[in-house]
């Protein structure tokens, strides 16, 4: 597979949006429909769902391990998009944390435990993901949607680098 870039490398992508919020359980409806709302004006309406899995599982985690409910959301466009998410194109989101401990996530996950399967649900989901620690410190986990970059269902970690 292909290495994709950091979601940190902004220069490349067609359109951001970012922001800074707290993921607190409660907001996440309402965080939902903001990402809904933005990749609906993209003209990435088909990935709204997958996106909104893999936006709530990424704030969950931020909110269960991160110890601070601070993070930045960022979505972007990625290149070989043009009305949508074309040939080559996609959509990345990420959320960046505080906290340096990365994502372990578990080949099968335990159905019947009342956690440890989000990053599952987002390897299922999400054409590629992968994490990094960032510079001035936590750590930024990403997933890509719409690349058709492998077959779904078989996205694993891309890249994960310590460092800048």
Not at 39 to 59: K, P
Not at 107 to 135: K, Q
Not at 144 to 156: H, K
Request: hydrophobic share 40%.
């Amino acid at each position: 597979m292909k290495h994709l870039p950091s979601p940190e490398v902004t220069s490349e992508a067609r359109e951001t949006y970012r922001t800074q919020l707290l993921a607190a359980p409660q907001r996440f409806a309402l965080i939902r429909r903001a990402v809904g709302a933005q990749l609906r004006l993209w003209g990435y309406g088909d990935l709204v769902a997958d996106a909104a899995l893999c936006v709530t599982e990424l704030l969950s985690n931020v909110h269960r391990h991160a110890g601070s409910d601070e993070c930045e959301l960022t979505l972007e466009a990625l290149p070989g998009s043009s009305g949508g998410h074309g040939a080559g194109g996609g959509l990345r989101i990420a959320v960046a944390d505080r906290s340096p401990v990365m994502p372990r996530p578990e080949a099968e996950p335990d159905w019947c435990a009342e956690r440890g399967r989000g990053m599952y649900l987002i390897s299922r989901t999400a054409d590629a993901w992968g994490a990094s620690l960032r510079p001035a410190g936590g750590k930024v986990v990403w997933a890509v949607l719409g690349a058709a970059r492998r077959p779904r269902g078989t996205a694993g970690p891309v890249a994960e680098r310590v460092g800048p």
